[in-house]
């Protein structure tokens, strides 16, 4: 089991960091893993006061993993 298997799992909560101060930075929170291949999440549009859901393949975590912008806590300023 990989470093990024441990981190993506049902339940857990990541922190999406690409600078500070940056708009796209989020919370997201991993509701399912399908086909073990699909990562089902959702963020809290504040905005709009809902929750979005997203489906992303996990070859995008791996991809911010290497970059540096998966976080398990959330950056302090």
Known sequence: MSDL?????????LYI???K??????IIH???IVDDEWVV?????????RW???????????MMQEAGNLKTEKPRP
């Open 21 to 26: 101060g940056r708009i796209h930075n989020r």
């Open 52 to 62: 979005h859901y997203d489906i992303d393949h996990i070859m995008r975590f791996e």
């Open 30 to 32: 991993i509701r399912a």
């Open 41 to 49: 999440s959702r963020t809290w549009w504040k905005s709009k006061r």
């Open 5 to 13: 298997d441990k981190l993506i799992q049902p339940g857990s909560r």
């Open 17 to 19: 960091d690409y600078g």
